[in-house]
């Protein structure tokens, strides 16, 4: 009698154990399941998440964010593409890397004023900072990770219009497949060696583990 | 007798440590750091450092290139120097001299700008030294972080507010392992 407690008291201890384990797997997978594109987005924003990295100098702030091949197809195609369409697209981007990096006064700071005429005192030194950083920023960036360093392709400058006192660059980086996944199976630092606004050199660091388990993109 | 002088010490060494403890709230932490083993010791300076010395050399390479482009022209006018007429040798030397002075421009222009990347590149790693010395002390509790220099505005400081170790660990882990960040 008694020996039959203590079995139906382990049973009940075992079940209670899978039950926890299975609430907990499935929050945690719960978190990854993102409704909206917009949630995506904001997922992608959070610090938390790992795939937006920073450096405070000089009063200003550089940012960095991997961009997901997914959300490169979405900004793409928008909602109204077909899941063939979105594949082919998702293949292309999948066979690269993609950051934006922007480069802006640090509000924190308090500091105010647009980047483009940040320090300079002559229009030849404006002159010379658009032309950097419209057609010379590959020169200045690379991504490296497990023995492998690869400038970009592309980067591309997004025009404000003088709306915004930021300025953000768009790299491509064009990698082999199996380049790729050397350089994916290990942490990625992302080096930005500034000369435009004595920061130094950057080093943003992405951890593996953050780039590799991300959510599914809604919808897909 | 006896209860009210134990209540007496009680409150009396309240307010000792009350007070002692609003002084040292209210007293300034200050520090210092060896400001030249903090620029030498980083890992930013090191890193600068080398790209510079990349550059410099391609550089170099441009003008020892160049160098020798002249002294081949100049030795083999040399060498045929007793066959030229006399006007073949002056367009030969006053060839010889643009290419002597193109040479030096390139030279002189290529050290201007070597010394202004130098002085850029220097510039961007005290500002990041900068930078994180002040987000440090922030953090910390600092009211004032001194740095010695070869100007000697600090003579002297006793080892346990000499703080350079502590925040170079922290600036060199800084500097690879970029922070997550902050909220907008």
Known sequence: ?????????????????????????????????????????????????????????????????????????????????????????????????????????????????????????KYSEYAERVHTMNFDLEQLVRVEGNGISVRPVLSAMENTYGLQESRSIIFAFALEPAQRTQLLSGDIDFIYEDELFELGILHFAFNQKDLQQLPAFPGR | MKTKLTWIAIAAIAAFSGWTFYRTLNTPRIAFVRSAQLVEGFTGMKEARASFTKKTQTTQANIDSLQKSLMQSINSYSAERSSLSKEEQQKREQLLGMQQNAMQQYVAAMEERSGEEESEMTQGVLNQINSFVEQYGREQGYTVILGTTLSGNVLYGEDIVDITDEVLTGLNTSYKASPPAQEK
């Open chain 1, 1 to 121: 009698m008694k020996k039959s407690k203590r079995t139906t008291k382990a049973i009940a201890g075992i079940t209670a154990l899978i039950f926890t384990t299975g609430l907990v797997l499935w929050s945690c997978n719960r978190e990854k399941q993102l409704l909206t594109a917009n949630d995506y987005l904001a997922w992608m924003d959070d610090e938390a998440n790992g795939l937006v990295r920073a450096h405070h100098v000089n009063g200003m702030e550089v940012r960095v964010k991997y961009l997901p091949a997914e959300y490169l197809v979405h900004r793409e195609l928008g909602v109204s593409s077909t899941r063939q369409q979105r594949d082919s697209l998702l293949k292309l981007y999948e066979s690269s890397l993609s950051f934006l990096m922007t480069l802006g006064p640090d509000a924190a700071k308090g500091e105010r004023g647009d980047v483009m005429q940040r320090g300079l005192q």
